[in-house]
Structures are given as structure tokens and as C-alpha cells.
């Protein structure tokens, strides 16, 4: 039996399936050997052939693209003052936070106060 690989990065994988690919190997198989080295939650069948489709089209990059989009408006010192108004009232409603910092989407926001909230508990 093989050793597993634990939160393999996602180039890392994609370059197994580069490689694999360019040895002819089928893609059933080289799902196969992902799950077998990696674990179940490697990647889906279904994203191993759109990777060899890729690959078999000239795509050569393993590594993710930048992508466009809202720059992210989060910064330390924002973060900073989200944590004081948490400290402030710990009865804070995601709401609340919202209507406190707009510029802050509420996922985030809700993000942030969760892991506050778990972290606290431990």
C-alpha cells in the first residue's frame, strides 16, 4: 500500500495529471491513482478530464491564474477595528457589523466573527 499525501497544493495534483497524461495514461486511471495516493477529497472524476482536456488543448499552466475582480478592500487595520467593535459588544449581530463597516462584504464579516467566536471557545 502507498503512502497517502495529506492537502496536496492544487498545482501539485494538476501537474500529476499533466504528467500522467502525457504518458498516456487514461483518465479513469489517473483518477484512480489521485485517490490512492491523495485521499477521496483529492479532486472529482469530472475535474481530472476537464484537466487532461486542457492539457490535450496546449494548456501547459499548473498553477492558477490571476483572476480579475473587486479588489479585496480587507486590510489589517479594517480587521483591526472589527475585532475592537466584537471586544466592544459581544453580543454583536452580523447585522450590526454590516451596517458598521460597508465597504465590508457580509460573508466576510460573518467569516471574521465566526472564527473570533471559535477561537474564544477553545
Known amino acids: 500500500m502507498f ?24 483518465q479513469a486511471e489517473i483518477h484512480r ?7 477521496e477529497n483529492v479532486m472529482t472524476d469530472g475535474m481530472v478530464r ?5 492539457f490535450n488543448d496546449g494548456h501547459t499552466n499548473v498553477h492558477d491564474e490571476a483572476r480579475s475582480g473587486r479588489p479585496s478592500v480587507v486590510n489589517d487595520g479594517l480587521v483591526a477595528k472589527v475585532n ?16 458598521e463597516f460597508p465597504q465590508i462584504s457580509k460573508t466576510v464579516l460573518h467569516e471574521n466573527g465566526t472564527n473570533r467566536l471559535n477561537y474564544r471557545k477553545r
Request: glycine share 2%.
Open 84 to 99: 475592537e467593535k466584537i471586544r466592544e459588544n459581544r453580543r454583536f449581530t452580523i447585522r450590526m457589523l454590516c451596517d
Open 33 to 39: 491513482q489521485l485517490v490512492e495516493i491523495y485521499g
Open 50 to 54: 476537464k484537466w487532461v482536456r486542457q
Open 3 to 26: 503512502k497517502t499525501i495529506a492537502d496536496p497544493d492544487d498545482c501539485e495534483v494538476r501537474f500529476v495529471i499533466r504528467f500522467l497524461n502525457a504518458n498516456n495514461v487514461k
